[in-house]
């Protein structure tokens, strides 16, 4: 048994994303009924939109930054009620039972998770996921998460994405009080990183080629900004991080960034995927024991984690709240870092047609 939504979707690669109308399945035993208020805007969602990483199938819906409150619920669900705030992130489902799964790494699910969009639905026989541009979304229960009432809603759908991309990596590097953690680009990812390393209590500092950026970052919280292109700035720094974030979505040269680590330091990526180029340089990272890393969302467990923790310190996302018929000129302006920092739908403004 399925119903029907409306939604916004892409339908090939060129044409901006136009309504939609899809099916969803009934709630199961299992399954929470989510009405969408709020869906932030990934980056992730342009690249699925334009095929950029190739695998996309038509019609795909995007958007893995949902929060919304909860409208049914399945016979067997006991961690939700109706009215309940909820939210869904990037994963809707994994296999649960191989050694990833079994340790609350269902992102590393060794068959595969099931992502919120533009992955194979389980459930619906030839239909693909599809996410959060949309009214409602029904999840199983073990893949909803609970949402802190009194933080901004709006604003909070983005850490379902950017905020555990990048508290992810924080959480495995145990970084805590005492840490110096650096932030490699001020975007989406990289104003979370700056934010929730500052809350973890590190020292924080961005890396940038804009020094027009150095004020947001102080502002963010960062105690420092270095120019990475000013090779005295660099030089400064040489052997001071124990991590550093690196959230840059293109291919860039790291060799410049791994010789500010510590000994024992770790460069993560959790923006970039693809070959590096220039070659990554081992010198440095044998004699320092220093590595390069890579980290890619988080668990359903970790995420709960971080929200939970987002609630007790009021940390959310710097956003522009959109109307949904506005997502093309918002993705527009994606290509042009024009945001400050994370587009979020208003999705009551999908009633308007």
Not at 42 to 61: I, Q, R
Not at 298 to 304: D, K, L, N, S, V
């Amino acid at each position: 048994m399925t119903f029907t939504v409306r939604g916004f979707a892409a339908l090939d690669t060129q044409s901006d994303l136009v309504p939609f109308s899809f099916e969803r399945r009934e709630p199961l035993a299992q399954d929470v009924e989510i009405e969408i208020l709020y869906c932030g805007v990934c980056h992730s969602d342009l690249h699925t939109a334009k095929n950029d990483w190739g695998g996309t199938v038509y019609p795909a819906v995007p958007g893995h930054e949902i929060v919304g409150r909860v409208t049914r619920v399945g016979k067997n669900v006991s961690k939700f009620q109706v009215g309940d705030l909820a939210a869904v992130g990037c994963l809707v489902d994994s296999c649960r039972s191989c050694s990833s799964c079994q340790q609350d790494l269902e992102q590393y699910c060794l068959n595969g998770f099931t992502g919120t969009y533009n992955d194979p639905d389980k459930h619906l026989a030839n239909q693909r996921t599809y996410g959060g541009y949309s009214e409602k979304v029904v999840v199983d229960e073990h893949f909803v998460l609970k949402v802190p009432s009194h933080l901004d809603l709006a604003a909070t759908a983005p850490l379902l994405c950017a905020g555990i991309t990048t508290w992810s990596p924080l959480r495995h590097w145990n970084v805590g009080s005492g840490s110096k953690v650096a932030v490699v680009g001020l975007g989406g990812l990289g104003h979370m990183a700056i934010k929730l390393a500052k809350g973890l209590g590190a020292e924080v500092t961005l890396f940038s080629r804009s020094p027009n950026k150095s004020q947001d970052a102080l502002d963010l919280g960062a105690d420092h900004v270095v120019i990475s292109t000013d090779k005295q700035q660099m030089q400064a720094v040489r052997g001071e991080f124990d991590l550093i974030i690196d959230t840059v979505p293109y291919v860039h040269d790291i060799n410049p960034y791994v010789a500010t680590l510590n000994i024992s330091g770790t460069l993560v990526l959790v923006g970039y995927l693809g070959p590096l180029d220039p070659f990554l340089n081992t010198v440095p990272m044998i004699l320092g024991r220093k590595s390069v890393a890579g980290s890619v969302i988080g668990g359903i467990a970790e995420t709960q984690e971080m929200l939970d923790f987002c609630g007790k310190h009021n940390i959310v996302s710097d956003i522009e709240l959109i109307k949904m018929q506005d997502i093309n000129t918002a993705y527009q302006r994606m290509l042009k870092s024009d945001v400050k920092y994370r587009f979020v739908i208003d999705m009551a403004s999908l009633k308007n047609g």
